[in-house]
């Protein structure tokens, strides 16, 4: 009986080490495995990618596998992942709208002091407000903030959050706003003197804010301590150093935050 011959062991030989893939991204240089046009990617169409020569004549290649040197190594080209952009930030924290066109305004409305506070609301919180079609209104004080609410008459759909400054109990603001009950309107405010001093002392390269005495402005106070020269240019400097909402302290973010809200949000 003659035995059958197969010839050499057919598990003795060495297995084939697979083609490594790679990215085929802009500016890549590659060989055609066949032809040897050596070119660099510049751009990746359904099934091919098209190489650029350094004389600049271009060609169009399918992606088949191993179909092309990489420094020498055989490697087979794939199209380059789409990665989604990160969303960019507002100066708020929030998820940027590009090509924002600002909303219609609604009726109701965020009242501020002053225009140093309309100022700085709209620098960190502006994107905000024009996504919501919110607008900020100074209102020189709140001395007659009763009579204010009486003559513009908010209702369900006519809300006002009113920002005070240095609201804590037993100042003249608290007195102020003491009796305001309406449920269409929220008062809210910060602990701080002025809305300047919501800034932290370290934007502004400072140790701390100065105390200044009772019976002195705060602010020319606060400057001629300083050296910031007059309030105006004073407020520049500060405005100046205010980028985004992790430069000022959480009391100031909470309320201006509560009061968007509550004056976007619409009543049941």
């Known amino acids: 009986m003659r035995s059958m011959g197969y010839g050499n062991d057919i598990l003795s030989g060495k297995r084939r080490r697979p083609v490594p893939e790679l990215a085929a991204e802009a500016g ?23 190489l650029e020569d350094r004389h600049g004549a271009q060609r169009l290649f399918p992606l088949r596998p191993a179909g092309f040197l990489h420094e020498g190594t055989l490697v087979t080209l794939v199209r380059p992942r789409v990665t989604a952009p990160k969303a960019s ?7 940027k709208v590009d090509g924002l066109r600002a909303r219609t ?6 009242w501020v002091e002053g225009l140093h506070d309309a100022e700085f609301v709209e620098r960190i919180w502006g994107h905000d407000l024009r996504v919501e079609g919110v607008v900020v209104e100074p209102l020189h004080g ?9 003559e513009f008459g908010p209702g369900p759909q006519r809300r006002v959050g009113v920002l005070v400054d240095h609201l804590v109990e037993g100042s003249k603001e608290s007195r102020l706003v003491t009796g305001i009950d309406d449920p269409d309107v929220l008062v809210t405010g910060h602990p701080y003197v002025d809305i300047w001093q919501a800034v932290k002392p370290t934007v502004l390269g400072i140790d ?19 050296g910031w020269g007059e309030p105006a240019a004073g407020w520049r400097h500060v405005l ?24 976007t949000t619409e009543p049941d």
């Open 89 to 95: 930030r507002s100066a708020s924290g929030s998820t």
């Open 105 to 110: 305004a609604r009726a109701s409305r965020l």
């Open 208 to 226: 701390s804010w100065p105390r200044i005495p009772r019976g002195t402005d705060w602010k020319t106070g606060v400057c001629a301590e300083l």
């Open 142 to 150: 709140v001395d007659d903030l009763p009579g204010l609410l009486e």
């Open 28 to 50: 890549l240089v590659v060989e055609d495995a066949e032809g040897g046009f050596c070119g660099a990617v510049l751009r990746c169409e359904k099934d091919a990618v098209v």
């Open 240 to 263: 100046s150093r205010v980028s985004s909402f992790r430069d000022v302290e959480t009391p100031l973010i909470s309320a201006v935050e509560q009061l968007i809200d509550f004056v």
